[in-house]
């Protein structure tokens, strides 16, 4: 994907995650399109284990692009219920479709609340032209 | 500068020694021994003999001193030009040192050569060791971990060992977020738990952060592990601070010597309050480096942390009846981490090093690093000048030690152009490029460290160079987003090179 893309259904969190909620107290994480362009070509995603608890604002996950290997936080808390294994050969999809393919997680969610306080994505694009 | 359409070297493909082998051909041919030879069955038992003979190449003396021509030639090094690769100091290497180090009785030194016939190379270590203290501020050094990293570890090992003798087990090592990879890497090698230190508006440690992680549970702060000047190339004006925060909470300050070349002779780690300190001889006391030989990485430390040492520590012991003073290997040393390596270390390091130190001296150390700060500094205001000024700018806008760190945001923004192409492209130019995507905290970071051995037409020069790629990606980016052209291989492939590494090749 070229061209930054922020889509309106997600919400977003300042360290360049984002959720889509899939019901009341289920939803899917990824990395925004910012954060995949920032690390540049990635070559390895370690996932956390099915099970694991997600704490938010804490570190999940790490991806490996050629230029570093960072952290991956938590937007929101939850118990992790799925990881995508097509990354696991193909950690390039993280960067063809940050928002698709390249999904991380699927949570089962402890504090959906918490949801309501990410950002919407203008606000997620407004802090980014800061 | 237009690319080339093809450089002579792209053309042939880069073989290995073991391509170049054909069965039978020699570089040499022994004479006949003159005595019966013993089958080797008869000399070694046969569980230690190898099954089939090793695959070693095959290769006539002219072919061999080809290939490694041709090789050395399609490399960029340190004597062909321009290196300002940021934290590595790659500065002359003076070739008064070659000279020593190839003095018969120090190359051709046996590391299991008894101390009583070695004492020359001994009293070497031992001035070496004091000239380093000296330079340190610090009572006590070791020669022994040979590199910065092995430094680092063996620095959090002597601060394990220190709080355990004090009957205290902690288990935390701060480290700022602008530290250098090998410092979390090693604190997690030596069994501690890394807690990231924010960093401030000026580039230093945040001391409100400090505090704050200090204050968690002060009881647990094993070690503070601290840069100065940081990776940005800033001098940490808060480090006395800095330094009480950590002794109060009962922590030792560790001092990672990579950018020792910006103080050495102006201020010392020991007058800054730090406890163990590594130095890279292979950086500020100019031993060829950067796959040019091996390193070292001695370590200071302070009273306190001295008597766990690693052993054998080089001692001087004073002559009686009329003898003068002899030098030792001293084992007993009850409460050592132990060895840290076989053997005494890189000695031919330690002599070319010890020949800097003397032949600059302390009036020439204290000029070189001030030189250094100054190239720096006059390089960074160059490039402000130009393009750059908007395109690349500086991350943190105040004077900078020996190295600075430019953010090629903008750059990428406004002409889609990457750090990496600028780097690929300064290649073209004759340019080792600066060190790219580090700290991790600059958005594409450039960092650039010119060194003091270098004149002010090449820093003119690779300012120029800046220049004249920004504006040529003003008009047309595409030509650095493909570049290098003129180098023996093009772009490389990074990603299959991460992900499908091809590390041996195949015999036979």
């Known amino acids: 994907m070229a061209e930054a893309n922020y889509p309106d259904d997600l919400r977003y969190h300042d360290q360049h995650d984002w959720v889509r909620l899939d019901g009341d107290d289920a939803a899917v994480f990824g990395i925004t399109w910012y954060a995949q362009d920032t690390l540049g070509e990635v070559v390895f995603y370690e996932p956390p284990e099915v099970g694991a608890t997600l704490t938010k604002d804490q570190p999940y996950a790490e991806v490996e692009s050629v230029k570093a290997v960072s952290d991956v936080i938590a937007p ?24 698709d393919e390249g999904w991380l997680v699927k949570v089962k969610l402890s504090s959906p609340q918490e949801y309501e306080a990410l950002l919407t994505a203008a606000e997620y694009q407004k802090l980014l032209d800061r | 500068m237009t690319p080339l359409a093809e450089a002579p070297m792209q053309r042939e493909r880069a073989t290995t020694i073991y391509e170049k082998s054909k ?105 070496l060791q004091a000239s380093l203290a000296e330079i340190c501020g610090l009572p006590s050094v070791s020669l022994q971990p040979s590199a910065g990293s092995h430094g680092e570890l063996a620095g959090l090992l002597l601060t394990r060992a220190y ?27 030596a069994g501690y738990e890394v807690v990231k230190v924010a960093t401030n508006q000026r580039g230093g440690v945040d001391m409100d952060d400090l505090r704050a992680k200090i204050e968690e549970d002060p009881s647990q702060i094993a070690c503070l592990m601290l840069t100065n000047p940081n990776t940005l190339g800033l001098f940490d004006e808060n480090i006395e601070e800095i330094a009480g925060l950590i002794h109060s909470a009962g922590g030792t300050l560790y001092y990672d010597g990579a950018n020792l070349n910006a103080i050495m002779g102006r201020t010392r780690p020991g007058d800054m309050g730090f406890d163990i300190v590594h130095l890279n001889l292979h950086k500020s006391f100019s031993q060829p480096h950067g796959g040019g030989g091996p390193g070292a990485g001695p370590i200071a430390v302070s009273e306190r942390i001295e008597p ?9 012991r004073e002559g009686a009846g009329g003898h003068g003073p002899r030098f030792d290997l ?42 250094a700060v100054l190239n720096a ?27 600075f760190v430019l953010s090629g945001r903008p750059m990428k923004k406004e002409l889609g152009l990457a750090t990496l192409d600028l780097a690929k492209r300064l290649l073209d130019f004759g340019f080792h490029p600066p060190t790219v995507y580090f700290p991790l905290l600059v958005d594409e970071a450039l960092m650039v460290e010119p060194t003091e051995t270098e004149t002010k037409e090449s820093l ?39 992900r499908k590494p091809v590390v041996r090749q195949p015999l036979g």
């Open chain 1, 76 to 99: 929101m808390s939850g118990e992790v219920t799925e990881v995508n294994d097509v990354l696991s050969d193909s950690p390039e999809k993280i960067n063809e479709g940050p928002y």
């Open chain 2, 23 to 127: 069965a039978g051909r020699r570089a040499a041919v022994l004479p006949d021994a003159g005595v019966p030879e013993t089958p080797i069955e008869d000399l070694i038992p046969a569980n230690l003999l190898r099954a089939e003979p090793p695959n070693l190449p095959e290769v006539a003396e002219p072919e061999i001193v080809r290939h490694y021509n041709r090789l050395s030639r399609r490399n960029f090094d340190l004597d062909s030009g321009f290196y300002p690769l940021g934290s590595c100091t790659m500065k002359h290497n003076p070739r008064l040192n070659e000279r020593v180090a190839a003095l018969p009785g120090h190359a051709r030194l046996h590391p299991a050569q008894d101390p009583r016939r070695a004492q020359g190379a001994l009293e070497l270590m031992y001035l």
């Open chain 2, 163 to 189: 709080h355990a003798d004090r009957g205290e087990v902690r288990t935390k090592v701060l480290a700022p977020d602008t530290s250098h990879g090998t410092n979390p890497a090693s604190v997690t090698m």
């Open chain 2, 308 to 316: 766990f040492l690693p052993r054998p520590q080089v001692v001087r």
């Open chain 2, 330 to 371: 001293d084992f007993d040393r009850p409460k050592s981490i132990g060895r840290l390596r076989g053997f005494q270390g890189n000695f031919g390091v330690f002599v070319r090093s010890y020949a800097y130190i003397l032949s600059l001296g302390a009036d020439g150390l204290t000029e070189a690093s001030e030189t």
């Open chain 2, 377 to 403: 500094n006059y390089l960074k205001a160059r490039l402000a000048a130009g393009r750059a000024g908007e395109r690349l700018p500086i991350a943190f806008d105040r004077h900078c030690m020996h190295e």
């Open chain 2, 460 to 498: 003119d020069a690779f300012a120029d160079a800046v220049e004249e790629i920004l504006a040529e990606a003003e008009t047309d980016p595409e030509v650095a987003k493909n570049a290098p052209y003129s180098t023996p291989v093009r772009r490389l492939d990074e990603v299959r090179a991460t």
